[in-house]
């Protein structure tokens, strides 16, 4: 249930930033470029000279336009097959066509030379490796590591339980209906951080994947924290941890 109501909300997600692409190429006429248009609300008199906008425009509209729609169909076709890579779409390929844009723009605003033109690409380049550095980083396994004393969730959002602050690790079917990321990572399958759930509680989410069952683990204070292992099957590695820490209660039917 909650995958689907995940698969859902990226199609929703798609639907909403192409629509918002393809109202940015109607919205930008001649009349209001200097209000705006960014770089060029922030040009001279002499600067806006070189700008041809009567060529200008209509390559924005159109180029918007291709975007929103593409954007749409790749990703909602992507979606369908894979919801990791659809995420990493999300993030990149809007970063990556401006690029485009502003390489191929650059002849009707006095070539890439210009100043606002060298700015945009270089804020773009950094955007789109920035963005590519997090998604790569937020898409890395965090595993568990664990002996008698302890349990590590290694990576993004991951900590040290000491095993005398566990109270009981539990086999979970579902996770709890989430309503609200807090604080953390999410795109396709992977959710990493802290989310509020349908009730108003606060829980942490490792999932490197979504494979069931899950694996709940709650401290003595009633934190929880909802694993996914991804290389590992999740009972596989709850077998593992039972040998190493035995004394922890553990429950293992499949609530």
């Known amino acids: 249930m909650v995958c689907k109501k995940y698969k859902k909300g990226m199609i929703y997600v798609f639907t909403g930033m192409s629509l918002l692409f393809i109202a940015i190429g109607f919205l930008v006429t001649e009349n209001n470029a200097k209000y705006l248009l960014s770089g060029y609300n922030t040009m001279n008199e002499n600067e806006r000279k070189k700008v041809n906008l009567k060529t200008y425009i209509p390559y924005f509209k159109k180029f918007h336009i291709t975007l929103g729609i593409s954007f749409f169909v790749l990703g909602y076709l992507i979606n369908l097959f894979n ?128 494979q069931k069952p899950y694996l709940l683990f709650t401290t003595s204070d009633n934190r929880k924290i909802y694993y996914s292992a991804k290389e590992q099957l999740n009972e596989e590695l709850l077998q593992e941890i039972k040998k190493a820490i035995p004394n922890i209660p553990y429950k293992l039917n499949h609530e």
């Open 83 to 210: 919801k990791n890579v659809a995420g990493m779409f999300l993030a990149i390929y809007p970063v990556l066509a401006y690029v485009y844009f502003v390489i191929t723009s650059s002849k009707y605003s006095g070539g890439l030379n210009t100043k606002a033109n060298k700015v945009g690409l270089i804020i773009l380049i950094g955007t789109f490796i920035f963005v590519t550095g997090l998604v790569a980083y937020g898409y890395k396994e965090n595993k568990i590591l664990f002996d008698a004393h302890q349990i590590e969730f290694t990576g993004s959002y991951g900590g040290i339980l000491p095993t005398q602050q566990i109270k009981n690790i539990e086999v979970k079917k579902d996770l709890p209906k989430i309503t609200l990321k807090t604080n953390g990572f999410a795109l396709g399958e992977i959710r990493k951080g802290y989310f509020k759930t349908k009730s108003g509680e606060t829980v942490k989410l490792i999932l490197n994947s979504s």
